[in-house]
Nanobody
Framework: QVQLVESGGGLVLAGGSLRLSCAAS??????MGWFRQAPGKEREFVAR????????DYEDSVKGRFTISRDNAGNMVYLTMNSLKPEDTAVYYC???????????????????WGQGTQVTVSS
């Protein structure tokens, strides 16, 4: 099994920054994704990173503002968010795709493990 725990969410003013962390306890290296869900909306793709950290991809609305990174040795994945906007307000989830070394995906249903989520609120 893979256990994921997000942290780092909070309240921030528009234009501010936050860094979310995802601690993974599972064995092996997994492709990882960050997704978010606002009230009344479907869970949407934000960013993904390959199992080896070489490939990264972003939703257009966050490209240039958010950066996904990973520390495989420490089993940590991060989402650094800059220039935050009120429309970024959502619960943010990290996800892992099984099996180890499988490619990453932009599709939520292709991920097998999910964290509990961390709230990000951006005020104007």
């Amino acid at each position: 099994q893979v256990q994921l725990v997000e942290s780092g969410g909070g309240l921030v003013l528009a234009g501010g920054s936050l860094r979310l962390s995802c601690a993974a306890s599972g064995r092996g290296r997994y492709a990882m994704g960050w997704f978010r869900q606002a009230p009344g909306k479907e869970r949407e793709f934000v960013a993904r990173i390959s199992w080896d950290g070489v490939f990264r991809d972003y939703e257009d609305s966050v490209k240039g503002r958010f950066t996904i990174s990973r520390d495989n040795a420490g089993n940590m994945v991060y989402l650094t968010m800059n220039s935050l906007k009120p429309e970024d307000t959502a619960v943010y989830y990290c996800a892992a795709r099984s099996p180890a070394t499988a490619p990453s995906s932009r599709l939520a249903y292709e991920y097998d493990y999910w964290g509990q989520g961390t709230q990000v609120t951006v005020s104007s």
